[in-house]
Nanobody
Framework: RVQLVESGGGSVQSGGSLRLSCEISEYRYDNYKAAWFRQAPGKEREGVAAFDTDGETMYADSVQGRFTISQDGAKNKLYLQMNNLKPEDTAVYYC?????????????????WGQGTQVTVSS
């Protein structure tokens, strides 16, 4: 059973950086897509960045040029490097994974989810 565990959240000032990590347990597949989503209070969950094992990436317009999604060489950890953070980036960030390879930022296209990690950006 796939389990995802996020870490790296915290509080930073506007303009700061954070790197989120997502450890993929029970890893035994070579091909999958993974993504980071976020949900702010009172708002719907939105896709931030997605990655597939072919190396393709996809970003939301709101984070393009500021956030970078990547994975480690062993393919069992996913990262989200977040630079130039803004107060509107404040949310709970979730890691998600699916074994279909149609790269999307639609939460309905991902079957496995982590518990989330809080990111707070102050002005």
């Amino acid at each position: 059973r796939v389990q995802l565990v996020e870490s790296g959240g915290g509080s930073v000032q506007s303009g700061g950086s954070l790197r989120l990590s997502c450890e993929i347990s029970e890893y035994r597949y070579d091909n999958y897509k993974a993504a980071w989503f976020r949900q702010a209070p009172g708002k719907e969950r939105e896709g931030v960045a997605a990655f597939d094992t072919d190396g393709e990436t996809m970003y939301a317009d709101s984070v393009q040029g500021r956030f970078t999604i990547s994975q480690d060489g062993a393919k069992n950890k996913l990262y989200l490097q977040m630079n130039n953070l803004k107060p509107e980036d404040t949310a709970v960030y979730y890691c998600a994974l699916d074994f279909s390879l149609w790269l999307t930022l639609n939460a309905n296209d991902y079957d496995y989810w982590g518990q989330g990690t809080q990111v707070t950006v102050s002005s």
